[in-house]
């Protein structure tokens, strides 16, 4: 029920315009504009976290990984890549790494470690050789030389083989048996008249004859035999005879091109020691370069500038860099991945289908960003890393074994049943950079015990600093900076300081600035826009004020329609007028980084009962834990202030009218608690007023967030339905600090058509909510008959009463309450 206060208790005036938005003074900067300044080479406010990052690039001792903290966009990328790139021009560059084939066991490369610089050398040095041999070796084998050896060994092999023969032939000569080759090898044959026999003139012949014939030729038979099983040996002799030849041809120009390479490369164990398995495999294999001449060219270029080297067989000599450096400057890697991945981090092992299956080889080995950043610092960010799959363990695993040893996901998940390659992990000497939130670092600290080992240090950056004078010149010449750098138009003095009033919004603080710069360089970008469009040379003050009421209203949508929603009454708010037991709370909602207040009507009810506060939203299962905790705290309130000699025997009920969704934390305890001492006195409360802020059990108010939106909030809702004076909103006192209020607000509280009061106890807020004095215990302990305190006791002592007469009534008949 509505209704209008007899005797009325004067609104206060609330706080002035200055305490409600604390500008910045375009003359106090010390310039006209941003032309004149010169950039901050440095960071501001962030000496903890600066310290950190350093200590992290410059200590040689393991498991002193970094993770960065804070904020999106105040300057945590930026910071690490200049310190660790400053760092990293102080350090050695490091060594190559490259993978070669294992001719004794291909499916295990062998991971070489090079000088630096040498990578690309060897790679060239074994495609020039390569290039050569192919060239040399089949123009060896047509020479003279080779083929008179090659027609000697053929001959001595022919007359191995055909004299046994022969003589055999004239054997059976010698007894009517010819031998005779046929396409399926030697036949015996009895001769009549000198001609062999045919089968029907066999078939003629007396049986006798018959079987002299067929005895004598099993006889030869036996004997053919047994020449012939010399045969297979005398064909092994031959091919290893021929094998040898070509090993004695081949290595005199293998050795000789490969002692070039060997030279050049002679400082270096590990290359030398790999040349002599190649020159060995080279040389038992040349045929490999035979096979190459022989091949075609199918091209549209002449032979004389084919490319060797890229033929297939010829991939087990290629060498695969991993990891190469430009020597002639001395400076660690600095890697940043932004997509973490497991084949990124570690890099892969890619296939090539042949015939319709799959296959690898060393040559196919990828290198990763570990590869790429190790022996320096590597940047990931760790929202991404952990929500790669299995991509965390298996850094945590390399830094651990302080080795990188390639795995695919498929070969993890066991989804894979091709052959696959093994190589050699490489040596992992790196510092891992992690930059993420406050809240997954301390997720990780909890649920990952072995993360406190691995990443022993934190760089944790501010949010903002103090508005000093000194703050406040250093801000303005990091933003300067940053437009420079943005190739942004220059800012007037008065822009400078809208933008810094706004920086000073962000943080929440008007006695701080945010270090968000990332978000004032939006305001700029956007800002630099609307100056061009109107054809500035300068960008100005309203420029940046447009850029900001912009970007607030492309957010505000939804806002607008809960407000029109009020103004058609369809949700109910009054801003007009009292009534008992109801009031306006205030909430914060937010869309995306779009935050805005939102009046609620808070209505409570009260009867006689058995001490039972009903939060009807906990209820239904639309309060979350704070809130009831702020229920709660009322409850405990009521029975400690009033009518201690009797026992509690109230029931109350609270609500969010007009509330579909779920509501958390105790901003709105205090209106809550209004609405219930207006119920329990029977006192109205103006509802021009709103109210927020949370309550503690000896009846303080405290502070709670997002003040700015909801007094925002609430004055919109205000202003469309008509300014009055005596509307306000009800702030914590401590939040006095916080108010950045927008310059509409500002301008109508300093017409009187809207205030802003800070209450510090709910005695002090009742008595502006009812315009009745709170009353205070006299010494007698009673509260004045009168006041708000005074009848609140008064009620729950008659309730008391009332449950004791109704006790005692059901008690005479005999019923058990």
């Known amino acids: 029920m509505v209704r209008k206060a007899s005797k009325s208790i004067g609104l206060p005036r609330g706080l002035s315009p200055k305490q409600l938005r604390r500008t910045c003074d375009p003359k106090t900067l010390g310039f006209t504009d941003t032309t004149s300044l010169k950039p901050v080479n440095g960071f501001i406010g962030q000496d903890r976290a600066i310290d950190a990052i350093r200590l992290a690039a410059g200590i040689a001792h393991k498991e002193f990984n970094l993770y960065v903290l804070g904020r999106e966009g105040t300057g945590r990328h930026t910071a690490v890549a200049r310190m660790l790139s400053d760092e990293a021009k102080m350090r050695p560059t490091p060594c190559d790494w490259v993978y070669v084939n294992n001719f004794d066991a291909p499916h295990k490369p062998r991971a070489m470690k090079l000088p630096t610089g040498s990578a690309s050398d060897l790679k060239l040095a074994m495609e020039d ?30 007359q191995k083989n055909e004299e046994p023969i022969a003589d055999f032939a004239e054997a059976a000569h010698a007894q009517d048996v010819a031998l005779l080759r046929t396409p399926m090898g030697f036949m015996l044959s009895a001769v009549v008249d000198g001609k062999p026999i045919k089968p029907d003139a066999y078939a003629a012949l007396p049986p006798k004859e018959r079987e002299a014939i067929d005895a004598k030729i099993a006889k030869l038979q036996m004997q053919l035999a047994e020449i012939l099983k010399h045969a297979p040996q005398l064909e092994k002799e031959h091919r290893l005879r021929i094998e040898e030849l070509h090993a004695s041809m081949a290595e005199r120009v293998v050795s000789a091109r490969m002692k070039e390479v060997q030279t050049r490369f002679s400082d270096v164990p590990e290359i030398t020691k790999y040349l002599d398995h190649v020159c060995v495999d080279m040389i038992s294999n040349a045929e ?52 973490p991945s497991l ?88 510092r891992i950079i992690l930059i993420g939130d406050r809240r997954l670092h301390m997720l990780l600290m909890q649920l990952d015990p072995e993360f406190a080992k691995l990443f022993k240090l934190q760089a944790d950056f501010e949010d903002d600093l103090p508005r000093t004078a000194k703050n406040t010149r250093a801000l303005a010449r990091i933003v300067a900076g940053y437009g420079a750098k943005e190739n942004l138009k220059p800012l007037t003095a008065a822009a400078v300081a809208a933008l810094l009033d706004h920086a000073a919004r962000l943080s929440g603080d008007s006695t701080k600035l945010t270090l968000e710069v990332g978000a004032l360089t939006d305001v700029m970008q956007e800002a630099d826009f609307y100056a061009t469009n109107e054809k500035h040379d300068l960008i100005s003050h309203d420029d940046i004020e447009h850029a900001i009421q912009q970007s607030v209203h492309r957010g505000a949508r939804i806002k607008e329609r809960m407000q029109e929603a009020v103004t058609r009454k369809t949700i109910l708010i009054d801003t007009k007028g009292m009534s008992v037991g109801q009031i306006n709370g205030l909430a914060v909602m937010g869309i995306g980084k779009y935050y805005f207040g939102r009046p609620s009507r808070i209505t ?211 019923t058990v309450q």
Not at 134 to 156: C, D, G, V
Not at 304 to 322: E, G, S
Request: charged share 20%; aromatic share 6%; hydrophobic share 40%.
């Open 129 to 158: 050789l390569v290039e050569d041999l192919a060239n040399e070796i089949p123009a060896l084998f047509e020479s003279e030389e080779y083929q008179t050896q090659r027609r000697a060994i053929e001959e001595e092999l022919g």
């Open 288 to 339: 490999l370069f035979l096979v190459s001449a022989s091949n075609p060219n199918d091209g549209p270029f002449p032979q004389v500038i084919h490319k060797h080297h890229q033929d297939p067989h010829f991939q087990r000599y290629t060498v695969n860099i991993m990891v190469s450096h430009t020597t002639g400057r001395s400076t660690a890697p600095v890697v940043t991945e932004d997509l």
């Open 343 to 430: 084949a990124h981090l570690t890099g892969r092992i890619e296939n090539i289908s042949e015939m319709g299956t799959l296959s690898t080889n060393f040559t196919l080995i990828k290198p990763g960003a570990l590869h790429r950043a190790n022996g320096g610092y590597l940047i990931l960010d760790a929202n991404r890393l952990v929500t790669e799959p299995y991509a965390w363990e298996t850094l945590k695993r390399c830094l651990q074994s302080q080795a990188i040893s390639i795995t695919s996901l498929a070969e993890r998940l066991s989804l894979s049943s091709t052959t696959t390659l093994e190589p050699d992990p490489i040596p992992l000497d790196i």
């Open 604 to 814: 409570a009810r009260v009867r006689m009962g058995a001490a039972k506060l009903v939060d009807i939203e906990r209820e239904v299962e639309l309060g979350g834990p704070l809130h009831s905790k702020g229920v709660l705290i009322l409850g405990s309130y009521l029975a400690t202030h009033y009518a201690l000699e009797v026992p509690m025997s109230l029931h109350a009920s609270l609500v969010f009218e007009q509330s579909y969704g779920g509501i958390d934390g105790d901003s709105a305890s205090s209106a809550e608690l209004y609405a219930l001492l207006s119920a329990l006195s029977g006192l109205p409360i103006r509802q021009g007023l709103a109210v927020t802020g949370s309550v503690n059990q000896n009846g303080e108010v405290q502070a709670i967030g997002g003040v700015n939106e909801k007094i925002e909030g609430f004055f919109e809702i205000c202003k469309a339905q008509g300014l009055t004076g005596e509307q306000g909103v009800l702030i914590p006192a401590s939040n006095a600090d916080d108010l950045m209020l927008r310059r509409d607000v500002v301008e109508a509280a300093e017409a009187g058509d809207f205030r802003i009061i800070p209450i510090k106890t709910i005695d002090q807020g009742i008595e502006v909510l009812t315009g009745a004095s709170a009353g205070h215990r006299g010494r007698k302990g009673e509260f004045p008959a009168n006041s708000i305190n005074g009848k609140v006791e008064a009620q729950l002592r008659a309730y008391a009463e009332h449950r004791r007469s109704f006790g005692a009534q059901n008690n005479d008949k005999g």
